[in-house]
């Protein structure tokens, strides 16, 4: 961040810090009219939609800017009147930064056209606020049926948003970067372009990296996240009669029985004799072939994957069970034509996931 920025995060925390030792129900803060103006501008240039140009408001949880509908002269004239002394920021004159620059030779600039301007900008500003006002409240009033899940980022429901007017969904993705970041420090109107562009695309599975977080399409949902899902590859021995505990938390343990029972999605059975052990669980490589149950022939594992419309995260991370090379079971999710048990079967290898 810049310096201006940086000085600026640390006196809040300061602020915040103090006020929460001492019990305080209020920060005031010395912000005015020029100063919101100034923030006007500053958004503009650097982007901000309409929700960025609402600017300040004189009340915002703790924060309060009773000044706000004041201007710059008119504080320093009441403080002369009365004979008050005031601390000036040396930093203030510096036109490195670009709030200098816009107070210093934008502003006088733009008065030149219209002296009342700050005033102007101020009022825009309330304006938006207002707007802004309304815009929370339809939000409010949709995003329980937008929230999918909250458990690992945040998830929304694509087809919801696609329903909603174009000028709702901007709003709703930027509250979806909001929740998921804690600020919008950093976010412009061409992250949120970007962000609107993967929810309209075709592609059914896409991602962004953004400023502090991660959002992907994954067919009718929308995911936010802090960061993009870190998955390992990882290559196990499953031993008869010893339980193997998986990446993701589940169990399985393979048995060699006599008698068969009921299989279904948490257990697999195989003809022992036509098994080539050992057994192994690893992750999906590229160029894994696979012979799905009730299918005929040999399938591309990453192909049969994309048909059953499996995200990303969960193909890259699905543990899948080899009797040598030979793929027997994708985990949880379907067993291959392979070693079947037939009438004349004597030994069953009984796969089971907890």
Same mark, same amino acid.
């Given at each position: 961040?810049?310096?201006?920025?940086?000085?600026?995060e640390?006196?809040?925390?300061?602020l915040?810090?103090?006020?929460?030792?001492?019990?305080?129900?209020?920060?005031?803060?010395?912000?005015?009219?020029?100063?919101q103006?100034?923030?006007?501008?500053?958004?503009?240039?650097?982007?901000?939609?309409?929700?960025?140009l609402q600017?300040?408001?004189?009340?915002?949880?703790?924060?309060?800017?009773?000044?706000?509908?004041?201007?710059?002269?008119?504080?320093?004239?009441?403080?002369?009147?009365?004979?008050?002394?005031?601390?000036?920021d040396a930093?203030?004159?510096?036109?490195?930064?670009?709030?200098?620059?816009?107070?210093?030779?934008?502003?006088?600039?733009?008065? #030149?056209?219209?002296?009342?301007?700050t005033?102007?900008?101020?009022?825009?500003?309330?304006?938006?606020?207002l707007?802004?006002?309304?815009?929370?409240?339809?939000?409010?009033?949709?995003?329980?049926?937008?929230?999918l899940?909250?458990?690992?980022?945040?998830?929304?429901?694509?087809?919801? $948003? $696609?329903?909603?007017?174009?000028?709702?969904?901007?709003?709703?993705?930027?509250?979806?970067?909001r929740?998921?970041?804690?600020?919008?420090?950093?976010?412009?109107?061409?992250?949120?372009?970007?962000?609107?562009e993967?929810?309209?695309?075709?592609?059914?599975?896409?991602?962004?990296?953004?400023?502090?977080?991660?959002?992907?399409?994954?067919?009718?949902q929308?995911?936010?996240?802090?960061?993009?899902?870190?998955?390992?590859?990882? #290559?196990?021995?499953?031993?008869?009669?010893?339980?193997?505990?998986?990446?993701?938390?589940?169990?399985?343990?393979?048995?060699?029985q006599?008698?068969?029972? /009921?299989?279904?999605?948490?257990?697999?059975?195989?003809?022992?004799?036509? /098994?080539?052990?050992?057994?192994?669980?690893?992750?999906p490589?590229?160029?894994?072939?696979?012979?799905?149950?009730?299918?005929?022939?040999?399938?591309?594992?990453?192909?049969?994957?994309?048909?059953?419309?499996?995200?990303?995260?969960q193909?890259f991370?699905?543990? /899948?069970?080899?009797?040598?090379?030979?793929i027997?079971?994708?985990?949880?999710?379907?067993?291959?034509?392979?070693?079947?048990?037939?009438?004349?079967?004597?030994?069953?290898?009984?796969?089971?996931?907890?």
């Amino acid at each position: 961040m810049s310096l201006e920025t940086a000085g600026r995060e640390a006196r809040r925390e300061a602020l915040l810090r103090h006020a929460a030792e001492q019990g305080c129900t209020r920060i005031v803060l010395a912000h005015h009219r020029d100063d919101q103006a100034e923030t006007f501008l500053q958004r503009l240039l650097r982007g901000s939609g309409k929700s960025g140009l609402q600017g300040m408001t004189v009340l915002d949880g703790l924060w309060w800017r009773p000044l706000l509908d004041f201007s710059r002269q008119q504080i320093l004239k009441y403080a002369a009147q009365r004979q008050l002394d005031w601390v000036e920021d040396a930093s203030n004159a510096d036109t490195g930064f670009l709030r200098n620059r816009i107070r210093h030779r934008l502003l006088p600039e733009l008065r #030149d056209y219209n002296p009342r301007i700050t005033e102007r900008l101020s009022a825009l500003s309330r304006q938006f606020q207002l707007e802004e006002d309304f815009w929370r409240q339809q939000m409010a009033l949709i995003w329980p049926e937008l929230l999918l899940s909250d458990k690992d980022g945040l998830r929304l429901n694509r087809q919801r $948003l $696609l329903e909603c007017h174009s000028a709702l969904q901007m709003r709703l993705l930027r509250e979806g970067l909001r929740l998921m970041r804690g600020d919008l420090q950093g976010i412009e109107s061409v992250h949120l372009e970007a962000v609107l562009e993967l929810l309209l695309a075709e592609r059914t599975q896409a991602e962004l990296d953004l400023p502090e977080c991660w959002v992907a399409r994954r067919y009718d949902q929308l995911w936010f996240r802090e960061s993009a899902p870190h998955i390992e590859e990882f #290559d196990l021995a499953l031993e008869i009669g010893q339980p193997l505990l998986l990446p993701d938390g589940r169990t399985l343990l393979a048995e060699l029985q006599a008698r068969p029972e /009921v299989p279904g999605r948490e257990l697999v059975l195989f003809d022992a004799a036509r /098994v080539s052990f050992p057994l192994r669980v690893r992750s999906p490589l590229p160029g894994d072939r696979f012979r799905p149950s009730g299918m005929e022939g040999r399938r591309k594992l990453k192909d049969f994957l994309i048909d059953i419309k499996l995200e990303k995260e969960q193909r890259f991370s699905l543990p /899948v069970l080899l009797g040598e090379d030979e793929i027997l079971w994708l985990v949880g999710l379907r067993h291959s034509a392979v070693a079947q048990v037939g009438e004349d079967c004597r030994e069953i290898l009984a796969v089971r996931l907890f």
